[in-house]
T-cell receptor, first 118, second 116 residues
Framework: GAVVSQHPSWVICKSGTSVKIECRSL??????MFWYRQFPKQSLMLMAT?????????EQGVEKDKFLINHASLTLSTLTVTSAHPEDSSFYIC??????????????FGEGSRLTVL | AQSVSQHNHHVILSEAASLELGCNYS??????LFWYVQYPGQHLQLLLK??????LVKGIKGFEAEFIKSKFSFNLRKPSVQWSDTAEYFC??????????????FGSGTRLQVQP
């Protein structure tokens, strides 16, 4: 099956620093990747849609300058949390759709990255 | 705005009991429907999906779900749960986006706890 890998799986940083999270599709090409955020005991909230070769599309209420998304290739998207603050602590999950195959909307998910900002 | 509702937030069952988790969505157009499972410490995994055809969908590990269009529902069922089914279950619906691509909108999740 399609595999999506995230790195790092967990990171602790100081307030004010920036953190980059990578999302890779290991065995398929993904023109579209989605970044979600999951708070404890809550559902996944879509943050942005990452399109290869173009600017990301952000959901309402998500700060573009705070959460920088780069989709440099068909297998890699990165999320950079800039000037992180404790309220940014969360579980960030990326997902990807295969470039080929039926357009059923199925997504393949990464393992998630837990960010803790001190 | 489209929403996905999961009415059961926390379900506790004994092994061998039957399971039904409710899921309702509000989007009126064409949708694709999914159930994902998240075992403790693991990433989301697809249980089953519906996009057309037989409204009764069978997935992995003995799970099934029935799409009832008139009720905007896609309930998940399993005749006999096991301790290993303890996990968080998410219903999700795909929606069209302004670019024509589709993201998933998730329900709030249901935590299933199966007691041995």
């Amino acid at each position: 099956g399609a595999v999506v890998s995230q790195h790092p799986s967990w990171v602790i940083c100081k307030s004010g620093t920036s953190v980059k999270i990578e999302c890779r599709s290991l065995d398929f090409q993904a023109t579209t990747m989605f970044w979600y955020r999951q708070f404890p005991k809550q559902s996944l909230m879509l943050m942005a849609t990452s399109n290869e070769g173009s600017k990301a599309t952000y959901e309402q209420g998500v700060e573009k300058d705070k959460f920088l998304i780069n989709h440099a290739s068909l297998t890699l998207s990165t999320l950079t949390v800039t000037s992180a603050h404790p309220e940014d602590s969360s579980f960030y999950i990326c997902s990807a759709r295969s470039r080929y195959g039926p357009n059923t909307g199925e997504l393949f998910f990464g393992e998630g990255s837990r960010l803790t900002v001190l | 705005a489209q929403s996905v509702s999961q009415h059961n937030h926390h379900v506790i069952l004994s092994e061998a009991a039957s399971l039904e988790l409710g899921c309702n969505y509000s989007y009126g157009g064409t949708v694709n429907l999914f159930w994902y499972v998240q075992y403790p410490g693991q990433h989301l995994q697809l249980l089953l999906k519906y996009f057309s055809g037989d409204p009764l969908v069978k997935g992995i590990k003995g799970f099934e779900a029935e799409f009832i269009k008139s009720k905007f529902s896609f309930n998940l069922r399993k005749p006999s749960v096991q301790w290993s089914d303890t996990a968080e279950y998410f219903c999700a619906v795909s929606r069209p986006m302004d670019t024509g691509r589709r993201a998933l909108t998730f329900g709030s999740g249901t935590r299933l706890q199966v007691q041995p």
